[in-house]
């Protein structure tokens, strides 16, 4: 297995905020959501200075040449707002947005990463992620998302009129999340895949932090004295978020 080392981290200092897992989609439910994450997004847009999205922001997102998806309209302008205000984005892609291409980089500025990626943040080594794909004993979940992202079953996919596409991944991507929910008593064992990862690079390069997303669950875990793997939990249940100012490190939202 290879691991990212921090030869060339990428170095930021400052605020830093880390959110996931909104898994925003075109409904009226969906909405009531996506105001909660403007007005979040208000409330820190005097300090924020650094903006991790780690993942699955959409429920399903496909750019075609010409067309993105319709709505997202109060999150797009909170993003442009905020982007006048010279705040950087990190976009990683999770399983439900690995089709993310340009659109997020020319409109907002945003940086987009597809693989866990080396960061040193205000002096702190952290191996960030959306948190997927991590157990690679997991050969089914592997060889889906290495079909999935084929350049090939891409351009297959985008050749359907978007009407059909996105009818066809809105009813995948709910039957997965109803999967997922109904696998609860498997939680423990997903959460060992990733500390088995963590134990893992460990042993390949120091580090100090683990941020992830994707379990949607709001974690702190002490892995020894030195290293702390956080997960930032989600927007459907816990409306939770990563903050790091100059009071330290503090996993907020509803538990």
């Known amino acids: 297995m290879e691991f990212p080392d921090f030869q060339h981290a990428i170095t930021l200092e400052g605020n830093v905020y880390f959110a996931s897992d909104f898994h925003l989609e075109n409904t009226p439910e969906s909405r009531v959501r996506e105001e909660e994450i403007v007005r979040w997004l208000d409330g820190i847009s005097d300090h924020v200075q650094h903006l991790f999205l780690l ?127 109904s696998k609860k008593k498997k939680l423990n064992q997903n959460e060992a895949s990733v500390m088995n990862y963590i134990h893992e690079y460990l042993q390949h390069s120091p580090a100090d932090y683990f941020i992830f997303g994707h379990r949607h669950r709001p974690l702190e875990i002490s892995v020894n004295d030195t290293v702390t793997y956080y997960n930032t939990g989600d927007w459907l249940f816990h409306k939770s978020y990563l903050k790091w100012t100059e009071g330290g490190i503090e996993l907020k939202g509803e538990n």
């Open 55 to 181: 993942g699955d922001i959409f429920d399903f997102w496909f750019e075609y040449k010409d067309v993105v998806p319709r709505g997202y309209y109060s999150f797009f302008a909170k993003l442009a707002e905020l982007k006048k205000k010279n705040v950087e984005f990190y976009y990683f892609t999770g399983n439900h947005d690995m089709w993310v291409k340009d659109y997020f980089a020319k409109e907002f500025g945003m940086r987009i990463f597809r693989q866990p990626t080396p960061f040193i943040i205000n002096g702190k080594r952290c191996l960030i992620g959306h948190g997927d794909g991590l157990d690679k004993r997991d050969k089914g979940y592997l060889l889906i998302k290495r079909i999935f992202n084929c350049r090939f079953n891409i351009a297959l996919y985008g050749a359907l009129p978007p009407r059909w596409a996105f009818a066809i991944a809105r009813a995948c991507s709910h039957k997965s999340r109803q999967s997922n929910s």
